[in-house]
């Protein structure tokens, strides 16, 4: 038996992503190396240019990590003690976690059984509650593009402005991502994304980037990203903190954008094979689509099943892996359990984490890969009433 890295499927293998980019990028090291400037060098500057060409948003501000970028967020809209900021609970920790670094109460909304994006009926709730509890002020929604899908943004701003709240895209992971025609970045208030290397575009290290088209929280954001700097160097503006992205970082990150649009396209093209392969299964086997007028980053192929933790052992026994995302909900999590959640709960949440399996899925999946995983997972039919 081989255990050659080309035969075995992987739930993730970037390695021909690497081939295709290691010579620019070892030609950028080496420019790095010679001219010094490890902290905000030219590259940091020539990568904000090309995202900010890449999604037309006025302003691109790199940062450490997508959890920095969320928190500078949170930072330049004011958001503290007091402020109630609402996030979804299906979500990587990150999200909630930026409220709660500014002293802030996250508060829980529920997501949309099919999408898996905020439910912007739950999202009403929620905020009519805490205004009329009179606790907390509601200052800002932090809304997730789940799995690489386009949260509802028109419907989500429209409940934001009645109560004067700042609207905060987290698109950790869906960078890439299109609604209408515009690209993520362009989508909110403030968009907040990360360079993680399993994200869509992703470093060789932790790395994320702030987008938004206000000049004034542009300012902000940058301010904050150095230390509060101000006009001049002995002068804060404010207080900060050190949120800035490697030279080394920028390098890997703009070479790789070069490729990123084939990339995405690749992804679409395994997004649609599965939905063809998967298409017969229909009621037993949800298969995810993006919502009208938007594009996903596919950043995860994620099916709903009834008998999820049957299917996955079958598919491990198969060499097929899978993963589950997110088996606890953040409100069911024990240190953050006492913050409020939206008045009817979260059915949906509650009932997804049972459901959810995201299969293979990365831009180099090659067909005859992509075949065993369609064929083990129509093994589904066997496990119909099967399971225990
Ligand atoms: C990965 C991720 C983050 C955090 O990004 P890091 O760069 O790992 O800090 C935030 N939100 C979501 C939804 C993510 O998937």
Same mark, same amino acid.
């Given at each position: 038996?081989?255990?050659?890295?080309?035969?075995?499927?992987?739930?993730?293998?970037?390695?021909?992503?690497?081939?295709?980019?290691?010579?620019?990028?070892?030609?950028?090291?080496?420019?790095?190396?010679?001219?010094?400037?490890?902290?905000?060098?030219?590259?940091?500057?020539?990568?904000?240019?090309?995202?900010?060409?890449?999604?037309?948003?006025?302003?691109?501000?790199?940062?450490?990590?997508?959890?920095?970028?969320?928190?500078?967020?949170?930072?330049?809209?004011?958001?503290?003690?007091?402020?109630?900021?609402?996030?979804?609970?299906?979500?990587?920790?990150?999200?909630?976690?930026?409220?709660?670094?500014?002293?802030?109460?996250?508060?829980?909304?529920?997501?949309?059984?099919?999408?898996?994006?905020?439910?912007?009926?739950?999202?009403?709730?929620?905020?009519?509650?805490?205004?009329?509890?009179?606790?907390?002020?509601?200052?800002?929604?932090?809304?997730?593009?789940? *799995?690489?899908?386009? !949260?509802?943004? +028109?419907?989500?701003?429209?409940?934001? %402005?009645? &109560? #004067?709240? =700042?609207?905060?895209? $987290?698109?950790?992971?869906?960078?890439?991502?299109?609604?209408?025609?515009?690209?993520?970045?362009?989508?909110?208030?403030?968009?907040?994304?990360?360079?993680?290397?399993?994200?869509?575009?992703?470093?060789?290290?932790?790395?994320?980037?702030? *987008?938004?088209?206000? !000049?004034?929280? +542009?300012?902000?954001?940058?301010?904050? %990203?150095? &230390? #509060?700097? =101000?006009?001049?160097? $002995?002068?804060?503006?404010?207080?900060?903190?050190?949120?800035?992205?490697?030279?080394?970082?920028?390098?890997?990150?703009?070479?790789?954008?070069?490729?990123?649009?084939?990339?995405?396209?690749?992804?679409?093209?395994?997004?649609?094979?599965?939905?063809?392969?998967? !298409?017969?299964?229909?009621?037993?086997?949800?298969?995810? %689509?993006?919502? #009208?007028?938007?594009?996903?980053?596919?950043?995860?192929?994620?099916?709903?099943?009834?008998?999820?933790?049957?299917?996955?052992?079958?598919?491990?026994?198969?060499?097929?892996?899978?993963?589950?995302?997110?088996?606890?909900?953040?409100?069911?999590?024990?240190?953050?359990?006492?913050?409020?959640?939206?008045?009817?709960?979260?059915?949906?949440?509650?009932?997804?984490?049972?459901?959810?399996?995201?299969?293979?899925?990365?831009?180099?999946?090659?067909?005859?890969?992509?075949?065993?995983?369609?064929?083990?997972?129509?093994?589904?039919?066997?496990?119909?009433?099967?399971?225990?």
């Amino acid at each position: 038996m081989s255990t050659d890295r080309a035969e075995r499927l992987a739930f993730i293998d970037l390695a021909p992503q690497l081939e295709r980019v290691r010579a620019g990028v070892e030609a950028g090291f080496k420019r790095v190396l010679d001219h010094g400037r490890f902290i905000m060098g030219p590259e940091v500057e020539a990568l904000e240019e090309a995202l900010a060409a890449f999604t037309r948003a006025r302003s691109v501000i790199t940062c450490s990590n997508g959890t920095d970028a969320l928190w500078l967020a949170m930072l330049a809209l004011g958001v503290g003690p007091g402020d109630a900021v609402f996030v979804p609970s299906w979500t990587f920790t990150a999200t909630a976690e930026a409220p709660c670094l500014c002293g802030a109460t996250p508060v829980f909304v529920d997501v949309d059984p099919e999408f898996f994006t905020m439910d912007p009926k739950s999202l009403r709730s929620a905020v009519e509650a805490v205004a009329a509890g009179g606790t907390f002020t509601p200052r800002a929604v932090i809304a997730v593009d789940l *799995f690489g899908m386009v !949260a509802p943004y +028109a419907q989500i701003g429209a409940v934001a %402005r009645e &109560h #004067g709240m =700042g609207v905060v895209a $987290d698109a950790a992971q869906a960078f890439g991502a299109s609604a209408g025609g515009r690209r993520v970045g362009c989508l909110a208030d403030i968009t907040a994304t990360s360079f993680f290397p399993a994200k869509p575009l992703g470093g060789f290290g932790d790395g994320g980037a702030v *987008f938004t088209d206000d !000049a004034a929280l +542009a300012d902000r954001l940058r301010s904050l %990203r150095a &230390h #509060g700097a =101000g006009s001049t160097k $002995d002068e804060s503006a404010r207080v900060g903190t050190n949120a800035r992205l490697d030279t080394l970082q920028a390098v890997v990150l703009l070479e790789k954008l070069k490729i990123f649009e084939e990339e995405l396209e690749r992804r679409q093209k395994i997004a649609e094979r599965y939905a063809g392969g998967l !298409a017969t299964l229909d009621d037993r086997v949800v298969v995810p %689509r993006a919502p #009208g007028e938007t594009t996903s980053a596919w950043s995860q192929y994620t099916i709903k099943v009834d008998h999820r933790d049957a299917l996955a052992e079958r598919l491990q026994a198969e060499g097929v892996p899978t993963r589950v995302y997110y088996r606890t909900p953040i409100h069911m999590r024990s240190v953050y359990a006492d913050f409020p959640t939206s008045p009817g709960g979260l059915p949906v949440t509650e009932r997804l984490k049972d459901q959810v399996l995201s299969l293979p899925m990365y831009p180099y999946l090659s067909e005859g890969h992509q075949r065993r995983v369609i064929e083990a997972v129509r093994s589904v039919d066997a496990l119909a009433g099967g399971d225990s």
